[in-house]
């Protein structure tokens, strides 16, 4: 999984879910779980970030388990949540 982020100057949130795989069905399971984890966990303290996120999936987030793909995605955003903080609070 990896996630591309790009700060904006001002509005909300804008997240984006893709799913990489042959098989639509997989594409389309790749991308629920991921809408379904930051929905549910992570949603709620992002939502007024002016930032747009793309996260990006493979055939592994299909596989692993639901807990350890919440797990990963905290990971990822926490590594960009003080970069975008840091951001924000300069073009103010």
């Keep these: 999984m990896k996630l591309f982020l790009l700060p904006r100057g001002e509005g909300g949130l804008r997240v984006t879910f893709v799913g990489k ?3 639509a069905v997989r594409r389309n399971r790749i991308r629920r779980r ?4 930051f929905r549910v966990y992570y949603a709620p303290s992002w939502c007024r970030r002016p930032v747009d996120l793309l996260f990006w999936g493979d055939d592994e987030v299909c596989d692993m388990p639901f807990r350890d793909l919440c797990l990963r995605m905290g990971q990822l955003l926490g590594e960009f949540a003080m970069e975008v903080g840091d ?3 300069s073009e103010s």
Excluded: D, M, T, W
């Excluded at 991921?34 to 984890?37: D, N, P, Q």
């Design 87 to 89: 951001l924000v609070n």
């Design 34 to 37: 991921l809408r379904e984890a």
């Design 21 to 23: 795989s042959k098989k």
